[in-house]
């Protein structure tokens, strides 16, 4: 089946438009638009050439509509099909008051391809395990060329901010006013780096940097930020009779159930680093390790979960193509061990430490500096290893933005941060910036 094909049927019969054509909106979701536009699957060459689709989801604004705003919150993935759970639609509730909001899944985010992505690298990375998953994502890549098509080499954030400029002026938007969180920011620094003079207003929640090239200084605060949640974590479970390990030292039974005898020590570092970024789960995470220490492994066993088989990997390797050889991944791993030697060395790299290596280095997107481009509103969790607050004040500063410091973790507005959200809303609706020194949440 062609991509064009198959857009035809993904829209139920309706051709998908083209940016000068508009949007043909339809009912979707049980009160919710969707449509569809056609863009240059290659923008270095637009001109002729295969077409693809972007797909679009509306919220259309509920009371007296101030504007349109394009929104993008994060992955990368497709997030337009979690709309049908109204938990999911919930966290946009308050901006569609006022706001057509329209939703954007990035390109080649619906792609299936016929074999899974292997599972990311444990810590510590050994040679021998890094050749094995260069080898296995070399057949991931093979095996879904052909599924892939147009997509293959396509798929990094600077294809995606063309793409959201089509969808502005299919919208009929002469600004775009935007929303990206977490990986959604990428697409909103290349789109501020592109067209610029086309932004009307823009709120980047969550930053990811694609400003620094130097892997392990990108990684270095994440590593810092997780290694700092685990002794936050210490202080609260010292202060507070409801954790498990209340009256120990959490640190001290750290380091215990890491050097207990056979402890496969790469299932607790993955189980914990996946879990230290959100302050909610640390009664879960003490439970845990109470059990670790007395011999229980429950927690760490792995439990079955769906195949990736999605691009996400593909596309985040194209904007983020660090030196994927055993020996520099070595040396970034030694360098964040340095930083953060109990847990936050493990705990980001899976995004620098090989793992994209042996990914096809197609259609590369790498960092680079961005321009100046006042009246953007940035937000970063000061406890978030995902998208550490360096990144985000690292954005900001470049972009001559503002920065709003926050005590929290990740995914500020949609996990409904009330101070973030009200700075977020007055921002798009009047454009006011929050003060220099305003700050959501005291130091803890």
């Not at 429950?298 to 660090?322: E, H, M, Q």
């Amino acid at each position: 089946m062609t991509l064009l094909a198959a857009v035809g049927v993904l829209a139920g019969g309706a051709a998908p438009a083209t940016a000068a054509e508009g949007v043909t909106w339809r009912e979707c979701h049980d009160g919710l638009r969707c449509g569809e536009v056609l863009v240059p699957a290659d923008w270095t060459r637009p001109a002729g050439g295969t077409r693809i689709a972007v797909p679009l989801l509306k919220i259309p604004a509920r009371e007296r509509k101030a504007g349109v705003l394009l929104l993008n919150p994060g992955g990368p993935g497709a997030a337009i099909a979690n709309f049908a759970f109204p938990g999911y639609r919930d966290q946009f509730a308050d901006l569609a008051a006022r706001f057509d909001v329209v939703v954007f899944d990035p390109r080649g985010m619906g792609v299936a391809c016929p074999s899974p992505n292997p599972a990311p690298l444990s810590s510590p990375v050994t040679e021998s395990a890094h050749r094995e998953y260069a080898a296995a994502n070399g057949r991931f890549a093979a095996d879904c060329a052909e599924t892939m098509d147009a997509y293959r080499g396509r798929l990094n954030a600077r294809q995606v901010a063309h793409d959201m400029d089509a969808v502005r002026r299919a919208l009929g938007e002469r600004r775009l006013d935007y929303f990206g969180n977490s990986y959604g920011t990428v697409y909103g620094q290349l789109y501020a780096e592109l067209f610029g003079h086309r932004v009307g207003r823009m709120y980047l929640d969550s930053v990811l940097d694609h400003t620094r090239r130097d892997p392990a200084e990108w990684a270095r605060a994440g590593a810092v930020a997780a290694e700092g949640n685990l002794h936050r974590m210490a202080r609260w479970c010292a202060a507070d009779a409801g954790c498990a390990l209340h009256g120990k030292d959490v640190i001290t039974v750290w380091d215990r159930v890491l050097s207990t005898p056979g402890m496969e020590v790469s299932a607790v570092l993955r189980w914990a680093a996946a879990r230290i970024g959100n302050d909610r789960g640390w009664p879960a995470l003490t439970t845990g390790l109470a059990q670790l220490e007395a011999g229980d492994t429950t927690a760490i066993t792995p439990r079955p979960g769906p195949s990736d088989v999605g691009l996400a990997r593909t596309a985040f390797c194209a904007d983020f193509p660090f030196p994927r050889d055993f020996p520099a991944v070595q040396g970034v791993q030694d360098r964040l061990r340095a930083a953060a030697p109990r847990l936050g060395w493990a705990a980001a790299p899976w995004r620098v430490s090989g793992h994209c290596a042996g990914v096809p280095g197609e259609g590369l997107n790498p960092p680079a500096a961005l321009s100046a481009m006042p009246n953007v509103l940035v937000a970063n969790g000061e406890h978030d290893p995902l998208t550490p607050a360096e990144h985000g004040r690292r954005v900001a500063a470049q972009l001559g933005g503002a920065y709003l410091p926050v005590e929290g973790n990740h995914g500020l507005y949609l996990n409904g941060n009330a101070c973030v959200r009200d700075h977020v809303h007055r921002y798009f609706l009047t454009g006011e910036l929050p003060a220099p020194d305003a700050r959501c949440g005291s130091p803890v």
